[in-house]
């Protein structure tokens, strides 16, 4: 494949995906599930352990609603690499070291905890 060829089938792959402002200003939730399917668009289909689904949704959100060049482009995006989420690779969950699977999955159940507690 050509690099004309490669830009093109990029730049038509990535056209309705959403910058990330647009999911800051509406502040939609983790599970995603009132975004409209397009076409083109997977369903998520969950593979990671229960404590970690919803960081996987996060990160299949991201794969599929947000151009890859965020990954790069944007300082909030580039930190979550530190925790194995990226646009173009979503949560790896299977590379995550024990010490950061730990915390993650504590950040989880603390927000969890929090949202229980504010909604009674």
Excluded: C, K
Excluded at 20 to 41: H, K
Excluded at 68 to 77: C, H, K
Aim: charged letters at 25%; aromatic letters at 8%; proline letters at 3%.
């Amino acid at each position: 494949m050509s690099i004309a060829t490669y830009s093109a089938t990029r730049a038509a792959r990535e056209a309705d995906r959403l910058p990330l402002s647009v999911f800051q200003d509406a502040r939609l939730s983790a599970n995603y599930e009132g975004l409209a399917q397009s076409e083109g668009i997977a369903a998520f289909e969950p593979a990671a352990p229960e404590e970690l689904r919803m960081l996987e949704r996060l990160g299949f959100a991201m794969t599929q609603y947000l151009s890859t060049s965020v990954d790069f482009a944007d300082p909030f995006v580039v930190q979550l690499r530190q925790i194995g989420l990226t646009v173009r690779g979503g949560l790896a969950w299977q590379s995550l070291s024990d010490a950061t699977r730990r915390g993650l999955v504590r950040a989880v159940d603390h927000r969890r905890r929090r949202r229980r507690a504010a909604h009674g």
